[in-house]
Structure formats: C-alpha cells, structure tokens
C-alpha cells in the first residue's frame, strides 16, 4: 500500500506561516496543475484552511493545538451523502466507505462533503502506483490524454503489461476515451477531490488502495480462452454507445449496477472475478489496514482511527461482504508466466511485422531498407525470430 501523509512537524510548519504567506503557497498534497482547475473548487464549496499558529509556541504544543482544532471540527453524527457506507473495525475505528461513479460530478461533491465533515486519520482512494499521475494533472490535460492515444502509448502498455494484457489495456483506454469525448469530462474526478480535500485536514494520510494495474491486466488475460480475448476485444473495437451524464449518475444507484455486474458475470464471469472480486478483496485488506488505532498527542495514546474511503460503487458490495472474512491476498498477486501458445503468438506476430518490413524495405529501395534493418526494435525482433545456436 503506497501512502503520502502530513507528518506533525510539516502541519506545524504549514501553520505557522502568515495567512499571506500560505495564499501563495500549496498543501502536500496539492499541484500546481490541480490549482489551475477552479471548476472544481466552486463545485464543492468553500473549503477550509489550516490556522495560523503564534511563533512562541513549541512544536508540541502547536501539534496538539492543530490536533484539538480537527478534533472540533470533526461531526459526531454527521449527515452524509446515500452513497457513504459505515464499517467498523474491532477497536472502535471507522471506516466511511464513499461509493463513486468514476464520470460524476456530484460523486466529487459526496467525496469533499464526507472528508469535511468526518475530518479523517487517512484517506485511501482507489488507485495505485501506475495510476497516481491523475491526481497531478488538471482536467484539461486529463482530457487530451485520455483521447490522444498514439504509438508511444502502445509501446509502453506493451512493455509494462506484455502483447495481450498492454493491448487490452489499450482497448480500455479506447473505452474511457469514449466515454471522456461523450461527457467531455475526465475520468478519476473523485480521486483528485479526495486528494486535495487531505491536505486540508490537519495529520491526515493519503493511501493508494488498489491492486497494481499489471497484475490486474495479466490475470485477467490469463483467464480467458482465445475465443473469450476475441470476443473482448471486439466488443471494445466498435463500442459506440452514446451515453449521456443521467446514464452515469445510474451507476451510483446499487440496484442497477447490481443488474449490470450481473449480465457482466454471465457473460465473462472470469474476467469479473479477476477485475472486480479479486479487487475487492484486495481493497478490503487495504482498507482495513488503514482502520487501525492512531497516536493522540501529547502522550501518544491510542485512539481509535477515522477512515474515508474513495472507491468506484461496484466495489462497495464485495468490500462489505469481504469485511469482517480472513482473507489472503497473496492468492491474488500471483501472475502465471507466460504459456507456450502466447510465446508462439508472440513470435507469429513478430514475423508477420518483420515480413511487412521487408516488403516496404523492397518497395522503397536498399538505402532506406537497409535503414529500416538497423533500427533497435528491428533488430529485437530478429533476434527473436532467429533460431537457437547448436
């Protein structure tokens, strides 16, 4: 579980600074790219910003001071959105659960008003390393990334994932670019709130929750049969389904993506229970591990924690039903190497690229053909086809 936090001293120091002084300034965990964005500020309210702390204080006592500070502002009984779940731990921690459609603006106001109101220990939203550069871009770059996919992008989801996991992450990618040209709105939205609503809240830890993406995308991959893969990848070709923002806002509604995962199940049931059940799972552990006791200043004493977490709807159930189960993740991380039929795919496409090569070498002639043969990547992929030395 990846994690940024606000240590002590760095609230403290955050505090101390003249209101002038903190206008200019950003919060750990916010960018300049995200504070170009006013859209999102004005779509959630006025927020809430750290006091000023009088030099003469020592840092303990300034840590205490922030610590009561959230501590009134914390709601006891607060009046939350319908798509906040509670869990309990064993010690008395609380885990405020925030289902999301990833495509929502009233997802990111449900995300802000929870973090507000509860003023939590640690916010853990649904991302991992791979994904994290969302939370640094604002949503006008978002945009064209998620609608210009070109070469580069291939290249590196093939070298990150493999041939067939980084090409059905293309085929995904395609998808959220569809939907992002359809809305005009950039995917992750909820995330980015959580993550700058944080750093407002004085002592709060921010974790990367979710399974990394290669390990999702190879297991999913490896689930399917030839036949399944195609029948996959050609219903993401031609995707061309309008969908309209009231189709979106649905998806926050349980009964209804209940219905979908479950026409999803009959028809991949494998790929489910790799992108979803396995995930859930995986949420949940990290999750609960982030619902644990904190250290209270000034004596250190164990306090029971308050958790927000920012998860996509369709993972609220199976964190609910994993909650409370002995679960083990390391069943989950495994990845099967690749079989001998992938390796034999793998060399067929290679030789049918390196044939087209050498018939547009003859075509354009042996100055450029020779060119073409000395590329790197040329090169590789001779190296590949060539047979093994006696």
Not at 193 to 215: N, S, T, Y
Not at 232 to 239: D, H, K, Q, T, V
Request: hydrophobic share 40%; glycine share 6%; with cysteine.
């Amino acid at each position: 579980m990846h994690r940024c936090c606000q240590s002590p001293k760095h609230c403290t120091l955050l505090a101390r600074r003249t209101p002038t002084d903190r206008a200019g300034s950003s919060l750990p965990f916010s960018t300049s790219n995200m504070d170009q964005d006013n859209s999102e500020d004005e779509s959630v309210g006025q927020e809430e910003e750290l006091p000023y702390l009088p030099p003469e204080l020592s840092d303990g006592e300034a840590v205490e001071l922030l610590w009561q500070l959230r501590a009134k502002r914390r709601q006891p009984s607060p009046e939350l959105p319908e798509t906040v779940t509670r869990l309990a731990a064993p010690d008395g921690s609380l885990l405020y659960l925030v289902g999301t459609a990833h495509f929502s603006d009233s997802s990111k106001k449900d995300v802000a008003m929870t973090i507000r109101a509860v003023q939590p220990d640690v916010v853990v939203v649904e991302l991992c390393q791979y994904r994290v550069s969302m939370l640094k871009m604002d949503e006008n770059t978002l945009l064209r990334e998620a609608k210009d996919i070109n070469l580069d992008k291939v290249q590196q989801a093939i070298k990150q994932n493999g041939l067939m996991s980084g090409l059905m992450q293309i085929l995904l990618l395609k998808v959220s670019a569809h939907i992002t040209e359809q809305l005009g709105m950039a995917p992750g939205g909820e995330f980015r709130e959580a993550f700058k609503e944080a750093g407002q809240v004085p002592f709060c830890k921010f974790h990367l929750g979710d399974r990394p993406i290669p390990v999702t995308f190879k297991r999913a991959i490896a689930a399917l049969s030839l036949w399944q893969k195609a029948r996959l990848a050609w219903g993401l070709c031609f995707l061309s389904d309008p969908i309209s923002k009231e189709d979106v806002e649905k998806c926050k509604q349980k009964d209804l993506l209940e219905q979908t995962m479950s026409e999803m199940i009959g028809e991949f049931p494998a790929l489910h229970q790799t992108i979803v059940a396995e995930r859930d799972i995986y949420l949940t552990h990290t999750l609960r591990q982030a619902t644990r006791c904190v250290e209270a200043p000034p004596n250190a004493q164990k306090v029971p924690a308050v958790v927000v977490g920012v998860v996509g709807m369709g993972h609220v159930p199976g964190i609910e039903r994993n909650w409370e189960k002995q679960l083990n993740i390391s069943e989950i991380m495994s990845v099967a190497p690749p079989s001998r039929f992938g390796w034999v795919f793998r060399t067929v496409i290679k030789g049918v690229v390196l044939g087209m090569l050498g018939y547009a070498c003859y075509r354009a002639g042996g100055t450029l053909g020779r060119a073409l043969l000395s590329l790197p990547a040329v090169q590789s992929v001779r190296e590949t086809l060539r047979p093994p030395t006696a």
